[in-house]
């Protein structure tokens, strides 16, 4: 049997033969494929402003930048994710402010409003394995509060809230294109925005801090960053997008077909909700009961040929945020979640079969 690892992103022949045509046109750098990618993503999201970047860690950086957020400055942001998302809080000098995540692995907004104190400027919210969160609340504390919302979105290319795609609407909004994403262009991202009186600084923050004026004279403001996405990824984007909808519908086909035949009543199966857009398939297994490690777990489920992740150990306890004062028993659901979680095969291409081979492993794994 095939191995079948966690994820795999899906390629089509079009797209293979695009960026071919990319590579022999001469133009391999930001240039029409950029442009053509980005009003795709802007007509995905509804009109919205959108910039592509190499990266949506750069994206979720840069945004922070726009908002002047930095020394002195606290963001607060949840004690579960990929690490990326407080690290760019860091990056630019402000202190992450963590929060316990509820059971929908999201912020847990009883909990947000506790966490705000006079040198809050922003949430940093992350809508974690692609299902959304309260944004009707999240934006209301916000705005009671005056503060910046920059939406981790990594997870959330195609997820919708009461209807509205993530990214839509809000205020900052950052999406990943990694591999391992709903879609990708080997590396990149994008940030939606919503004032156009930022698309300027943005472009400065992306590009070297560079504008020029109607006679072509070259300024710098602002020690900018470098994070346009070339052509050649671009490419690879514009045949992710057209696919998007029908990759995302095949997830929740799939996850559906998880739900229908998991085996193992212990384990907490992921929040399900309307407009998820499945990123992973991450169950909760209490290794403790069933006397495994969860790395036992991985190198048995690994013998059977199937790739299981991680995603993520709590925040908090890795030595960098350990620096900052937190510790065990801070954020009791981020830590459970981070000690059981295991991610398991989730993409496209795969087949409901591969699904009940997945469930059949696990209860063999675990009995
Ligand atoms: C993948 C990911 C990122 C970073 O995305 P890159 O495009 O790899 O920089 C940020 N936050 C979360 C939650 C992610 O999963």
């Known amino acids: 049997m095939d191995y079948l690892p966690f994820t795999r992103p899906s390629i089509d022949e079009e797209t293979i033969l695009g960026v071919a045509d990319v590579l022999r046109s001469g133009w391999l750098a930001t240039g029409p494929n950029v442009a053509k990618f980005e009003s795709g993503l802007s007509e995905y999201l509804g009109g919205r402003q959108v910039k592509s970047f190499t990266s949506a860690t750069g994206a979720l950086e840069v945004a922070l930048q726009l908002c002047d957020i930095g020394e002195g400055d606290e963001v607060i942001t949840p004690a579960m994710s990929f690490t990326a998302t407080p690290n760019v809080i ?157 990759f995302n519908e095949k997830r929740r086909k799939l996850v559906d077909h998880y739900f229908e035949c998991w085996k193992v009543d212990e384990c907490e199966l992921p929040a399900w909700g309307e407009g998820h857009a499945w990123h992973m398939f991450a169950p909760l297994i209490p290794f403790d009961k069933f006397g495994i490690s969860r790395g036992e777990f991985v190198r048995k489920m690994h013998e059977k040929k199937i790739g299981v992740g991680i995603h993520y150990p709590a925040l908090h306890l890795f030595s960098l945020y350990r620096g900052l004062g937190y510790r065990e028993e801070n954020f009791p659901n981020a830590e459970r979640i981070g000690r059981e979680t295991v991610t398991l095969p989730l993409f496209p291409m795969m087949e409901t079969g591969d699904v009940e081979r997945v469930c059949d492993a696990v209860a063999e794994v675990l009995s």
């Open 90 to 246: 860091m990056r630019v000098g402000a202190k992450p402010v963590f929060v316990d995540v509820d059971f929908t692995r999201n912020l847990d907004l009883d909990l947000v409003e506790d966490a705000i104190t006079k040198n809050t400027r922003a949430i940093m919210p992350v809508h974690f394995a692609g299902l959304a969160c309260d944004c009707d609340r999240l934006y209301e504390i916000a705005k009671r509060h005056g503060l910046r919302v920059i939406e981790d979105a990594a997870h959330a290319i195609g997820t919708e809230f009461n209807g509205k795609k993530i990214g839509s609407f809000g205020d900052l909004v950052s999406f990943s294109f990694h591999p391992n994403k709903n879609m990708t262009t080997i590396e990149g991202g994008a940030l939606s925005f919503a004032d156009p009186a930022e698309s300027a600084k943005l472009d400065r923050l992306r590009f070297h801090g560079i504008s020029k004026d109607a006679e072509g004279n070259m300024d710098v403001d602002l020690p900018g960053g470098k994070y346009n996405l070339s052509d050649v990824a671009a490419r690879v984007g514009i045949g992710q997008l057209e696919k998007l909808d029908s």
